[in-house]
């Protein structure tokens, strides 16, 4: 079974500052890659995935991801944090064998200091 | 299109009832997948249903259950409610198309069981 590491489950920048979150995964097949975000008491949001071609992906919100096959990696960033960019970022990944099974990391909550 | 949505969003119940969530999927989504999530253990992964069958099934006991209607509407069935299973109950469709697995999650039930 697939499983998603994410290091740090609470990360703390300044607003302006670039933000950094990272996630890796285990299969040595690469799977789909997704980045959610959660505010709280809401559902997840998709802010960006990786199927296949480029990849460096860009997402919603000033986010962008980069997929490197190399370390199983798929870290999440963005150049100048913004207080509203304060919520809980899971990343994911799902199999390619179309049976939409999905494995979540355990979450990074980011904070924005001003 | 209007996007996933569950009822009812918020639920008091108390131990040894059962709860009955639903979940109304993106128009064309023929794919549900349900999740559970804690502080505790994070979003783990309940089943997905796909064309009224259960495709994928996580690891809870039987007291949790599921279906799906002919028109991608899905329900979840919680028997002998306990404790621990106070948490947010969170519902996502899929188009389940090749290449396109991304998951469109609605806001949540929350579920309290006293």
């Known amino acids: 079974a697939q499983s998603v590491t994410q290091l740090g489950s609470h990360v703390s920048v300044s607003e302006g500052a670039l933000v950094l979150l990272r996630c890796n995964y285990s299969?040595?097949?690469?799977?789909?890659l997704f980045w959610y975000v959660q505010y709280p008491n809401q559902g997840l949001q998709l802010l960006l995935k990786?199927?296949?071609?480029?990849?460096l992906v860009k997402g919603i919100n000033g986010f962008e991801a980069e997929f490197k096959k190399s370390e199983t990696s798929f870290h999440l960033t963005k150049p100048s944090a913004h207080m509203s960019d304060a919520a809980e970022y899971f990343c994911a990944v799902s199999d390619r064998n179309g049976f939409n099974k999905f494995y979540f990391g355990s979450g990074t909550k980011l904070n924005v200091k001003p | 299109k209007a996007g996933v949505t569950q009822t009812p969003r918020y639920l008091i119940k108390t131990r040894g009832q059962q709860v009955t969530l639903s979940c109304s999927p993106i128009?064309?989504?023929?794919?549900v997948s349900w999740y559970q999530q804690t502080p505790g253990q994070g979003l783990q992964f309940l089943f997905e249903?796909?064309?009224?069958?259960?495709?994928n099934k996580g690891n809870f006991p039987g007291r949790f259950s599921g279906r799906q209607f002919s028109n991608s509407r899905s329900e979840m069935n919680v028997s002998t409610l306990e404790l621990g299973d106070s948490a947010l109950y969170l519902c996502?469709?899929?188009?389940?198309?090749?290449?396109?697995?991304?998951?469109?999650f609605g806001p949540g039930t929350r579920l309290l069981v006293l």
């Open positions: 990786y199927t296949t071609g480029a990849t």
């Open positions: 128009s064309g989504h023929r794919s």
């Open positions: 299969s040595s097949v690469p799977p789909y």
């Open positions: 249903y796909f064309s009224e069958t259960q495709r």
């Open positions: 996502a469709s899929s188009p389940a198309t090749a290449g396109e697995e991304t998951q469109y």
